[in-house]
């Protein structure tokens, strides 16, 4: 079983419609990061939470918000979704000790 | 402020070895990751360094320069299935000790 999931996986949508992207991790890590992935510019941050009540915008925040409904969960939203919002967005957590990030396997977000 | 850099992509051949090199300008310095990406899949952890030396890990071995800002990902005895995207990604110092990642270098194996 998968450690870190995302749902949905891929996800076609118009633009000025909201999209709620969930992530779902059974590691037992505090620590949730939302990052997108655009070809030529790498992963780039937009929210982390270090835990349930602690949550940060990244370099990238504008056009975002999070939710993070339980230790395990943390939802990335669209609130008015536009074409440059395509990209791949991926959820990652990490353990405070030693940092290393694990990887959901991805959401693939089409605005059109 | 951060600047990562990486060759944009290489070609080597299965069975050979390949160095695949990451420059690194940080405000703080704590620790360079590697990960592996397969086209469309999630980045896969491959080796951490924070002391200056190298790191062996079966057929991946990962260096550190941290006075010259520089890391390298060796790859050896090469398999089809190494072609993938690898990662550079910093970790930064200060309260949050953020990660940045470089833009990747696709790798190519042919037979």
């Known amino acids: 079983d998968a450690d870190v999931t995302q749902t949905p996986r891929n996800r076609i949508t118009k633009t000025g419609k909201r999209i709620m992207l969930e992530c779902s991790q059974t590691k037992g890590h505090d620590r949730m990061y939302w990052y997108r992935q655009d070809p030529g510019l790498g992963l780039r941050l937009i929210y982390y939470s270090f835990d349930v009540k602690d949550i940060n915008k990244g370099e990238i925040s504008d056009g975002y918000s999070v939710s993070r409904q339980a230790q395990a969960k943390f939802s990335l939203s669209l609130e008015s979704a536009i074409p440059n919002q395509t990209a791949l967005y991926f959820c990652a957590t990490s353990a405070t000790v030693t940092d290393t990030q694990y990887f959901g396997p991805g959401t693939r977000l089409t605005v059109l | 402020g951060q600047n990562i850099d990486q060759p944009t992509e290489m070609t080597a051949t299965e069975g050979a070895i390949v160095q695949i090199n990451c420059t690194y300008q940080?405000?703080?310095?704590?620790?360079l990751f590697w990960y592996q990406q397969h086209a469309g899949e999630a980045p896969t952890f491959l080796s951490y360094?924070?002391?200056?030396g190298l790191e062996e890990k079966g057929r991946f071995s990962s260096f550190l320069s941290r006075s010259k800002g520089y890391s390298y990902l060796l790859l050896k005895e090469l398999q089809m299935k190494d072609s993938a995207s690898y990662l550079c990604?910093?970790?930064?110092?200060?309260?949050?000790?953020?990660?940045?990642f470089g833009t990747g270098t696709r790798l190519l194996v042919s037979p």
């Open positions: 940080t405000s703080g310095f704590n620790g």
């Open positions: 990604a910093v970790k930064g110092a200060g309260g949050f000790q953020k990660l940045v």
């Open positions: 360094n924070v002391l200056d």
